[in-house]
């Protein structure tokens, strides 16, 4: 069994701020290691069920947020910035299973920490009319190359977020948002434990999973924070304007949505950081 690990932070437990999940933040040496240890736990519970080969996906911020040499079964790391297919970047059909750990809330979700790819520059993205966040659109890359997301991991929010575009996946709570700079968080042994017993469990009936069946055409509806973002997004060929603040994109195939959408999040993103 292959299985891809695609690893965001923002929904770890005991992790609530900006602070824990960015580089500059004070807090961020205490956020990797919670970090660190649910990803490991993961690792650990595909290997119990059986997994020969495990790809780790960093998929937050810049994308190095894990000391290599502490992931556990010898787990492959794919780190580094501008990665054309982002979030899940290695991805391919030779894979068996997908497992999204550490996902939040889509921007538009009272989720800890929500947003959906740049907080600074969206406010909120439909797919087929659907507010989704992370999950769902990673789920457009899962559906190209046939491979079921398993798992989901993060706060009471994320699994309802992933249910209507992964058929089958478990949701694994490993924390209550009570806003959307706080939490009622698992202990984080209680949470590594919860993690590597759903892995487990999830990827031992992978038989009965079923690959991402997005209706297609689709369509990918975005809003952003300001007219600026709007007029910048249809630089990219097949962006329609809707109004001030919002683009529309569509097409037949999903990895074509998906990048398109990427395209989008490093365009817009220079309005943001410059």
Known sequence: MKVFVSVDMEGVAGIVDWAQCVASGEDYALGRDLLV??????????????ATEIVVNDAH???????????????AYLSGRFKPL???????ETFDAIVFLGYHAAMATPGVLSHTYNPRAIADVRLNGVTTGEAGLNALVAQHFGVPVAVVTGDQYVGPEAAPFCPGISAIEVKESISRFAALNR???A????????VRDALSRLDGLTPPGIAMPGSVEIRFLSPDMAEQA????GVRRLDSVTVELAGDEPLE???SFIAIVYLTRS???N
């Open 271 to 273: 309005l943001v950081e």
């Open 86 to 92: 982002y979030m899940m970047q290695g991805l391919d």
């Open 187 to 189: 202990h984080p042994e």
């Open 61 to 75: 911020s810049v994308m190095r947020n894990l000391p290599p040499e502490r992931l556990a079964g010898r787990a």
């Open 191 to 198: 949470a590594r434990t919860l993690i590597e017993q759903g």
């Open 234 to 237: 249809t630089w990219i060929k």
């Open 257 to 259: 949505l998906y990048r």
């Open 37 to 50: 240890g649910e990803v490991n736990a993961a690792v650990t519970g595909a290997i119990a069920a059986g």
